[in-house]
């Protein structure tokens, strides 16, 4: 037996976990993989618009901590996260009743390790985790890695239902996972009065309701609802993140948490990548400290407005009947339903083809999914490219109908 | 019921996970946490000094990036890692008949997170991990998380026996985990014929022989022995890291795995944290690309060489019979063994009262504790305190025979 022999036998051979075996590749993954031709116009991206980065407030941070406090910006550091930041995070929650700690806040190597680490500290094979309908593919991700057993809530055109959060449903739960704000992928925006609803659930709830809360700062009018967190501080576990609103690529996102559960999330982030890199939270730090965020993130939000506009009127304008959208006050994502018989997966190759592409919406279904959904992204699309792409789409759901 | 009276029934009920209930808090760490105080002369240390940071490299570094591809780095980037970086590592680990490829290559934030991937992908509870006694404390911590049965497999002076690894030993395990370059926390290096016997054993092996290299470059007299990974490329996982011959605060690492485990590594990571941040890949890269560690490393080594000895020739000065310790050839940690009857977890305490600090060994065993045992760092402490530290130290050890 030759070496590349043993090579085949030995490396194929090694055995998986069970959560690793269960594990398969992504086949809208591999269909998108040929959206980065410059041909194609995707509507697929998740990603932030690169001109909103303010590069060089970073760059301006990064050459002033690199000369004022190189050693503490390259050592290791706490596993809790860079204390000035922590202050202002807890800071910026506080107000009126509300006082947030630092103590309760945890820097994250951005929001995605937060579901890793929440689900690390509360989900056991089996255990019940509820989700909404559809729910953030990237939620869905981290939590099956600790093998819960999903339960999908109820949902409408404004969001999760929580009047249907009855004993029966709920009981045993590890944990309920929410984006309030302008959900992905369906854009939507849970009102004021189910927000009161669902603090109300978590006060009396054995288990913690998470807010994950990305896109809050996107609100196109300026006109942000209140956080769960701010009316059940010590109930909700809040997720937020510096991705959407400085830049993604640096990775910084935080949980504020009761300090019970916060410890724990510490111990097993310690486990998990000891900290967040010293360096990418002190240029976090160092840009938002003087209020920048509040001349910034106006701006971020009126080019999204614009181009979420943008693409509502390509759809008014080019889809045939049958096909229906939502309106978002916010964020990145328009969510459409299709007539019942159109799978989107399907639709996704012969798009591809023509050089438009989407996100379809079964993966972001938890249990049964709703085959004829598909996400719509504007904000890294110039409306004139926005206005083509729709045409395209348009048309060949038209020749399905 | 007030709001205080809900806050303490609801967050305490909160149910935790079979694994985080497992998680507890370390009594070293809180004994530890007095040795920040400037009047402590601290062996406890893990970190690399920080007169080794390449701060002013970094700074260019980071200016032309943001300068250059502002856009690229604060934009979320491919799991894999910034593929440059990748292929550098693959071409550093490519001589001769061994090539590696930049598809083995994945880029983790710090070694600490590659260390969490193969527990999520490879471990089981109740799966067997083996591990050298005693071995690196934070792949315990790490692996933990994926509830293990840890077999402690047999050493000496020089590092892990290939010899004792017996079929019955090593039946059903998931993962062999070693350091063979000065080991944390004995400062062992494994000889050239025991790395032979090791990666035949591996070869043959039905689970991966993972390598945890973050000292290799760190040893005295610039005379590095092969590594595992070299002997038998198909069949080891090798973790490496930056933090060691760069920065730490950076947290950038890598595993370097047959491809058939890079893949499901690559899906865990997703779910992990997305990607290691763009910015921080970027500069390791811009600051390693053009042979900056060929120059840089050396003046580490010297640094190290020269403490390591005056830490060695304290010992002899001070240390009373009974006392042994190694002499490592590298790395940052000499190893000690007292006589039997002293707990080195008691004798912290005092330590810790007379200023002077060290880690005890018990925690870097998997299952039986040889409580006799400490590891002190020499890195961080100048000559003239290591000598003076010993010294209240020994004098300690000498009132407990």
Redesign the interface.
């Known amino acids: 037996m030759d070496?590349s022999d043993?090579?085949n036998v030995?490396?194929?051979?090694?055995?998986?976990?069970?959560?690793?075996r269960k594990?398969t590749?992504s086949a809208i993954r591999e269909i998108l993989k040929v959206t980065e031709r410059p041909e194609v116009i995707s509507f697929a991206g998740?990603?932030?618009a690169?001109v909103t980065?303010p590069?060089?407030q970073?760059?301006a941070a990064?050459?002033r901590i690199?000369?004022d406090a190189?050693?503490?910006?390259?050592?290791?550091?706490a596993t809790e996260g860079y204390m000035p930041l922590r202050e202002w995070i807890a800071a910026r929650y506080s107000q009126g009743n509300v006082q947030i700690r630092a103590s309760q806040v945890l820097i994250t190597?951005?929001s995605?390790?937060a579901?890793?680490l929440l689900g690390?500290?509360?989900?056991?094979p089996q255990?019940p985790v509820l989700v909404e309908t559809p729910t953030y593919l990237?939620a869905l991700?981290?939590f099956?890695?600790?093998e819960p057993h999903y339960v999908q809530l109820s949902t409408d055109d404004a969001g999760l239902i929580p009047a249907a959060l009855t004993p029966e449903l709920t009981a045993g739960a590890?944990l309920l996972y929410a984006q309030p704000n302008f959900q992905n992928p369906t854009g939507r925006r849970l009102p004021l009065e189910r927000r009161r609803e669902l603090a109300a659930f978590a006060?009396?709830?054995?288990?913690?309701v998470v807010e994950d809360d990305p896109y809050g700062a996107l609100d196109y009018r300026g006109e942000p609802l209140p956080t769960l967190l701010s009316m059940a501080p010590?109930?909700i576990v809040h997720l937020g993140s510096f991705?959407k609103v400085l830049?993604?690529?640096?990775?910084v996102g935080y949980i504020i948490a009761?300090?019970?559960?916060h410890?724990?999330l510490v111990?097993?982030k310690?486990?998990?990548?000891?900290?967040?890199?010293?360096?990418?939270q002190r240029i976090v730090h160092e840009v938002v400290k003087d209020g920048f965020l509040d001349t910034h993130v106006p701006t971020i939000r009126a080019l999204y407005r614009e181009q979420c506009a943008a693409m509502l009127a390509a759809l008014e304008r080019y889809m045939p009947e049958g096909v229906t959208w939502n309106r978002p006050e916010g964020g990145m994502f328009v969510w459409a339903q299709l007539p019942a018989a159109i799978d989107t997966m399907k639709l996704l190759e012969d798009a591809v083809a023509q050089n438009v592409a989407f996100v379809p919406g079964a993966p972001f279904f938890a249990n049964e999914a709703q085959r004829n959904t598909l996400r719509l992204s504007f904000v890294t699309v110039p409306p004139e490219k926005i206005d083509a792409g729709i045409a395209r789409l348009a048309a060949l759901i038209r020749a399905r109908i």
């Open positions: 070496q043993l090579t030995s490396a194929r051979s090694w055995q998986l976990s069970e959560r690793a594990l590749s998740g990603l932030p690169p980065f590069a060089e970073m760059r990064s050459d690199l000369r190189p050693a503490a910006a390259l050592q290791y550091s190597t951005g995605q390790q579901l890793d690390k500290v509360l989900v056991c255990s990237g991700q981290s099956s890695l600790y590890r006060q009396n709830a054995a288990f913690p010590e109930h991705s830049a993604p690529g640096l990775r009761p300090e019970e559960l410890f724990k111990q097993a310690q486990a998990t990548d000891l900290h967040t890199p010293s360096f990418t």
